[in-house]
């Protein structure tokens, strides 16, 4: 059972641009939807999170809007540096420990 | 800046052997988490420890896997008897409390069963 569906599998944008990721679930009783980022080699690290009681939430460039109606969230990252090039996992949970996770963003900016 | 360490990198082993996967979490973290990310898959949570004892586990954490807080520092990971489908990448999480709260994870460890 897929819990958590993420896409895009890759993208690929140019400096500058934004960046959307995209995550739609199904379990209504999810409460915690947090954003983990991975570089090559290293863990996930955890970039931002957000609960239903907000539809949006920013941290510098980087957004979180959520539509709990459609049970969807996204990420978008503004003015995407080459730096951001990493892949990026949503991830939900119903008790704040177990993550179910999406499938992972590729996402390659381009100088 | 205080990170969770795991060893080793990369281990390799033979299906049916045992294997233990280790990790050091953030010194004053009490929660601990294992999860593995099979080859070009999702990360998938394996259980959560906390107070030593296991707090939550996925279907995927059967009796063939055991997790152990043997000292102050180290958590760790054992598959007693390893089959080809184990082969994955284990990350180890710490956090300093439950409940939504950010959990650090280590860099993983890379098991390959063959």
């Known amino acids: 059972q897929q819990q958590v569906k993420q896409s895009p599998q890759s993208l690929i944008v140019q400096k500058g641009g934004i960046s959307i990721i995209n995550c739609a679930y199904e379990n209504t009783a999810f409460d915690y939807f947090p954003w983990y980022q991975q570089f090559p080699g290293k863990g996930p690290a955890l970039l931002i999170a957000?609960?239903?009681?907000?539809s949006e939430k920013k941290e510098g460039r980087f957004t979180i809007s959520f539509n709990k109606s459609a049970k969807q969230f996204s990420l978008h990252i503004m003015d995407s540096q080459p730096g951001d090039s990493a892949t990026y996992f949503c991830?939900?949970?119903?008790?704040?420990?177990?993550?179910?996770f999406g499938t992972g963003t590729s996402l390659t900016v381009i100088p | 800046e205080p990170e969770v360490t795991q060893t080793p990198s990369h281990q390799v082993t033979q299906m049916g052997q045992e294997v233990i996967l280790r990790c050091v979490p953030i010194s004053n973290h009490l929660y601990f988490y294992w999860y593995r990310q099979i080859l070009g898959q999702k990360v998938e949570f394996l259980v959560s420890?906390?107070?030593?004892?296991?707090?939550?586990k996925s279907e995927i954490f059967d009796d063939q896997f055991s997790v152990e807080r043997p000292d102050g520092s180290n958590f760790t990971l054992k598959i007693r008897s390893t089959k080809l489908e184990d082969s994955a990448m284990y990350f180890c999480a710490s956090s300093i409390a439950a409940s939504y709260n950010e959990q650090f994870f280590g860099p993983g460890t890379r098991l390959t069963v063959l």
């Open positions: 957000i609960r239903p009681d907000v």
């Open positions: 420890f906390y107070n030593n004892e296991i707090s939550e």
């Open positions: 991830a939900a949970s119903d008790t704040g420990n177990q993550f179910y």
